[in-house]
Nanobody, 122 residues
């Protein structure tokens, strides 16, 4: 059973931090490209960050978000700092079996989690 499960979302005040986790089961994510995406109500899904042999961040996330991987735990993390109300969305992780390209293009990813809600509000 191939599965991705996100966790770590919640309510945080502007300027605060959260760490999201993406736990994989049924496969080893070491050689997959893993992407984080988000979707706010009424808006299209947008790319946040991805990791393969390197990392990539969307412009609005650079300097605030950090993606990392713990192979022993088969988990990818997204550390989010200096959060803004505009960051409020459901955050999804996804896996690309090619494991080479790190591109924030949803059709490139074969496996998706169910998402975790992040709300930034005072």
């Amino acid at each position: 059973q191939v599965q991705l499960v996100e966790s770590g979302g919640g309510l945080v005040q502007p300027g605060g931090s959260l760490r999201l986790s993406c736990a994989a089961s049924g496969f080893t994510l070491d050689y997959y490209a893993i992407g984080w995406f988000r979707q706010a109500p009424g808006k299209e899904r947008e790319g946040v960050s991805c990791i393969s042999s390197s990392t990539y961040y969307a412009d609005s996330m650079k300097g605030r978000f950090t993606i990392s991987r713990d192979n022993a735990k088969n988990t990818v993390y997204l550390q989010m700092n200096s959060l803004k109300p505009e960051d409020t969305a459901v955050y999804y992780c996804a896996a690309d079996p090619s494991g080479r390209l790190c591109v924030l293009w949803p059709p490139s990813y074969d496996y998706w989690g169910q998402g975790t809600q992040v709300t930034v509000s005072s």
